[in-house]
């Protein structure tokens, strides 16, 4: 079992800026792919950024590309989401998620493949 803890949520106006911590405990010594979702009211939760176990890659969604940056430091077992000129369609509740490398592969943008959560820290974005 893995827990995840996310922090660094907030209100911020329109062109600022957050970071978000994702600090995972329990079983951590396996190889996990981490990434970050988001879900804003009435939407479904969309794919934000992951970080690749193998190889240490890392992918963002177009939305965010150039804005966000995900990074993780694994001797902390914690991954972040430097999160940069925000915008009011950021508001969301931002979730923090893990599973096994050797499951995800390249779904690593699904959902479905993350077998552990976060509670999500809530981020708004203010016009």
């Known amino acids: 079992q893995v827990q995840l803890a996310e922090s660094g949520g907030g209100l911020v106006q329109a062109g600022g800026s957050l970071r978000l911590s994702c600090a995972a405990s329990g079983r951590t010594s396996s190889a996990y792919d981490m990434a970050w979702f988001r879900q804003a009211p009435g939407k479904e939760r969309d794919f934000v950024a992951a970080s690749r176990w193998i190889g240490g890659r890392t992918y963002s969604a177009d939305s965010v590309k150039g804005r966000f940056t995900i990074s993780r430091d694994n001797d902390k077992n914690t991954v972040y989401l430097q999160m940069d000129s925000l915008k009011p369609e950021d508001t969301a509740i931002y979730y923090c998620?893990?599973?096994?490398?050797?499951?995800?592969?390249?779904?690593?943008?699904?959902?479905?493949?993350?077998?552990?959560w976060g509670q999500g820290t809530q981020v708004t974005v203010s016009a």
């Open positions: 998620a893990a599973g096994p490398a050797s499951v995800i592969g390249s779904n690593y943008y699904s959902s479905e493949k993350y077998n552990y």
